[in-house]
């Protein structure tokens, strides 16, 4: 769990480390609801549950479309529930 993650923070991944997700890609490969349901793209993607009062799991979603199980990458733990509404494709830094 990463704890106390503020509005203006990033996450950083390797490129390559989530298959072909990068920063050019990310705004598509990056779906954010209630139930941390995959967009249908059929893409590798991250997918983020934001129905947690102040706190946000992100998951790794291989194939694309739920054929596969998503796999949990962290839980984040905001310092706001207001902050966890910013949490963004843009939160994405790719090295």
Same mark, same amino acid.
Do not use: C, K, W
């Given at each position: ?18 298959? +072909?997700? /990068? *920063?050019?890609?990310? $705004? ?9 349901? @995959?967009? %249908?793209? !059929? ?19 291989? +194939?694309? /479309? *739920?054929?596969?199980? $998503? ?9 706001? @529930?207001? %902050?966890? !509404? ?10």
């Amino acid at each position: 769990m990463i704890q106390d993650f503020a509005q203006n923070e990033h996450l950083a991944f390797a490129i390559g480390a989530f298959g +072909d997700i /990068n *920063g050019s890609n990310i $705004a598509t490969r990056f779906s954010a609801n209630a139930t941390a349901a @995959p967009a %249908a793209n !059929a893409s590798a993607q991250f997918l983020f549950d934001n129905s947690g009062g102040g706190i946000g799991r992100l998951f790794f979603d291989a +194939d694309g /479309n *739920g054929a596969g199980s $998503a796999v949990l990458v962290t839980t984040l733990q905001f310092t706001s @529930p207001t %902050a966890l !509404a910013y949490f963004s494709a843009s939160s994405f830094l790719f090295f």
